[in-house]
């Protein structure tokens, strides 16, 4: 359900009003809170704040601690740029038809929408852009803009470090034909500092926009953005990020022989051998790789937050974060995103204000990247300038009981659509328009592993009907 203008009037107001019955004075314009979102790279939810075993994220399970984590949150789309011209631009993807990794700028992906930082620029704040916050290839794109908004940023750092460096990347363990120009089975764990890294560049550079960007010089509110590029292949990481993780505890997601007679081929995007059914030596390292580079993200974040700690800026900074889509470790025998399963469409979500009440709640309602948008417009205060397809989670800062939504949708290549709802995964693929009679229908309440596809089980026919019908009505009112 779009929410229209006028309502988002109401709920900005609702917002200030909401902050004066708390008990707090509407400040000034310079006195407006501040904005970190720090997002990671292919990062599902696999944090130990959410209940993950082999993951070791201190930092982020201490932003958890003090914030809301949001334990069913969904990505829009499962690869990168549709994902976040998605959540960047507060609309579906096929309501703006940001459907796929092109080589266009983000307005002219969203036909002129107002990016989010841009809408946060426009109402007096400093915004900044260090790594990949819209889209860019990786490792290809590192340094470089690639499909930005530029008009969002007062300053954009591209930064770059050894792990985008040819002669560097090359010594990494590769697996895998080449179909495509995308990365496979890729991972290395050099003798290297952070700071020689892409993303530790990353950091020093976000920590020098705090300075830079004190609202105490520059008389305004910072909206500062950090995308790190991992946990996305290749997965080059210190080698100390490497040696936190306990590689005992790696367990490989068994497979029933007979899982994919029942999956329809197009789910797969990328079917060949670096994506499927890999040797079980390369399946362990990837798994450890792809956890090191967690413990990484969270080192990185967590140096991040620090810092805007120690600069007496963390009591006015509203801090995201955030994965633009999940990536699947064998389950299904699948080892990339390019799927229409939980595992690729699951992300982190963790909301801390300093100003809400709740503290180290989840909330297991529905939610989306989408909503982030929303959110951030009413915290702090701004009216955005089209209308929005998400909600706000405003009330779940304060309540983590509140209500969110039925049901959530996600999209994923080539024309999969899903509708999520609570019990619920139902996926169709579409050609042109048209439904080409290709589905799964999974009952997570009893198959929370999705091995059985009810497709075309009888019994479950009204859930599908009514589900199909769901969907069908909601790609039709975003056209
Ligand atoms: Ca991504």
């Not at 560049?201 to 910072?222: C, M, S, W, Y």
């Not at 899982?259 to 399946?283: L, T």
């Not at 390292?285 to 600069?311: C, K, M, P, W």
């Not at 699948?334 to 204000?353: C, G, N, T, Y």
Request: glycine share 10%; with cysteine.
């Amino acid at each position: 359900m779009k929410i229209g203008i006028r309502k988002q009037v109401r709920a900005a107001l609702c917002g200030v009003a909401g902050l004066m019955l708390a008990g707090h004075t509407v400040r000034a314009e310079t006195a407006k809170p501040n904005v970190l979102l720090i997002m990671a790279d292919d990062l599902g939810d696999r944090l130990a704040c959410y209940g993950d075993e082999l993951a070791v994220t201190p930092n982020l399970d201490a932003l958890a601690e003090k914030g809301v984590v949001f334990g069913n949150a969904y990505c829009q789309f499962h690869t990168c740029g549709p994902s976040r011209g998605s959540m960047l631009s507060g609309r579906y993807p096929f309501e703006t038809g940001y459907t796929g990794n092109k080589g266009h700028t983000f307005g002219e992906m969203v036909g002129g929408l107002t990016s989010l930082p841009h809408l946060f620029r426009q109402n007096g704040y400093k915004t900044a852009r260090v790594g990949k916050v819209f889209h860019m290839n990786i490792p290809s794109g590192i340094g470089k803009a690639g499909t930005d908004d530029p008009e969002a940023w007062d300053i954009a750092i591209n930064n770059t470090g050894w792990d985008a460096v040819p002669g560097n990347i090359d010594k990494g363990t590769r697996w895998g034909t080449r179909d495509s120009a995308a990365v496979r089975i890729w991972y290395h764990a050099p003798e290297i500092e952070d700071e020689a890294s892409a993303d530790g560049q990353g950091l020093v550079a976000a920590i020098d926009l705090l300075d830079r960007h004190n609202p105490e010089k520059t008389g305004k509110p910072f909206f500062l953005t950090y995308g790190i590029y991992r946990p996305h292949p290749p997965m080059i990481v210190p080698k100390k990020h490497w040696d936190a993780i306990d590689a005992s505890k790696i367990k490989i997601p068994a497979v029933p022989a007979d899982d994919r007679d029942d999956i329809p081929a197009v789910n797969w995007h990328r079917p060949g051998p670096g994506y499927n059914f890999i040797p079980e030596e390369h399946a362990v390292n990837y798994t450890h790789a792809y956890y090191a580079a967690i413990h990484f993200v969270d080192s990185l974040a967590g140096e991040l937050i620090q810092a805007l700690e120690e600069r007496g800026m963390a009591d006015n900074t509203i801090i995201v974060f955030a994965g633009d889509q999940g990536f699947m470790l064998g389950e299904h025998g699948h080892w990339h995103k390019s799927s229409m399963f939980e595992e690729a469409q699951r992300v982190p979500l963790i909301i801390f204000d300093p100003r809400a009440k709740e503290k180290g709640k989840q909330v297991s309602g529905l939610v989306g990247l989408i909503d982030v948008y929303p959110t951030l417009c009413e915290l702090a205060g701004i009216l955005p300038k089209h209308e929005l397809s998400g909600i706000s989670l405003c009330a779940q800062l304060n309540d983590a009981s509140a209500k969110t939504k039925a049901c959530e949708f996600i999209m994923g290549s080539p024309g999969g659509y899903t509708v999520r709802t609570e019990r619920y995964a139902y996926t169709e693929w579409r050609k042109k328009g048209q439904q080409t009679g290709e589905g799964m229908l999974y009952d997570l309440a009893n198959d929370p592993q999705e091995f059985t596809n009810r497709i075309n089980d009888p019994a479950y026919q009204a859930v599908r009907e009514k589900l199909a019908q769901q969907l069908d009505e909601k790609i039709s009112a975003g056209k």
